[in-house]
């Protein structure tokens, strides 16, 4: 019975966290819109229909990905899903940018369910608007190519810096905690693809910066060579 307890409350602790930052990235969207020079006019339907369609890109994307074992684990994945959101985001805003990680994610366990006890489906939400908030945010200030490329490698540092941190203080513990894997076993998963790494700090420097920072890397890329010229086709106008 104290055991049963004790994995309610370490499930409920983890949901709990989940909320708060979801609601704390909502919000952050929020108010950085309430700052922001210009507004796009769009109706409500037009804006879900964008959210919708750019989320089911997204989705296809998420569900099409793929470990890098020379790099890190097979239960790190790399999938270039924050394209479309960023699409999004560069067209609608910061919220719908949040909303469209969101629902990305919500159709991803609709369709392929969770293999990680629902930490890499929060790890993928949560790092990702890590990614597309702080490039959305700043493209909004001053739109234009050279704002879109500054928040493009602001966000891949955030991308960087937060999805380390955060792999090395929350999700990697949760990980080992909820999906039954001690956390010794993935530490030496990362030794067997790179003999530095001794404990939790090495593992998330050789291992989750290096995934982050090319993912970062190729989705800007990837916006910074279509966003112009998807514009049209896919909203309906430039951006």
Not at 20 to 41: C, D, F, N, Q, T
Not at 136 to 158: D, F, Q
Request: charged residues 15%.
């Amino acid at each position: 019975m104290n055991n049963l307890w004790s994995q309610i409350l370490d499930n409920l602790s983890f949901v709990l966290v989940c909320a708060a930052i979801i609601v704390g990235l909502a919000l952050a969207a929020r108010l950085a819109e309430r700052y922001m020079p210009e507004k796009r006019k769009v109706s409500p339907a037009r804006r879900v229909s964008i959210i919708g369609i750019c989320a089911a890109i997204a989705t296809v994307l998420h569900v099409l990905d793929f470990p890098l074992p020379f790099i890190a684990p097979e239960f790190y994945k790399l999938d270039f899903s924050e394209l479309p959101v960023l699409l999004c985001g560069f067209f609608l805003g910061p919220s719908a940018t949040v909303a469209c990680e969101g629902v990305k994610i919500i159709l991803k366990l609709l369709l392929k369910s969770t293999s990680t006890a629902f930490v890499g489906d929060f790890a993928n939400f949560a790092v990702g608007c890590s990614l597309v908030l702080p490039a959305t945010i700043i493209y909004h200030a001053h739109k234009s190519k050279h704002s879109a490329l500054i928040g493009l490698i602001v966000g891949t540092l955030c991308l960087t810096i937060f999805g380390t941190a955060f792999n090395a203080v929350y999700l990697l513990p949760k990980f080992a905690e909820l999906y039954g894997m001690p956390l010794d076993t993935i530490i030496a998963m990362g030794a067997e693809i790179n003999g530095n790494i001794h404990n939790v700090t090495t593992f998330v420097f050789f291992c989750v910066a290096p995934l982050n920072l090319l993912k970062g890397t190729v989705v800007s890329f990837l916006t910074m060579l279509l966003y112009k010229r998807v514009a049209r086709p896919l909203f309906g106008k430039a951006l």
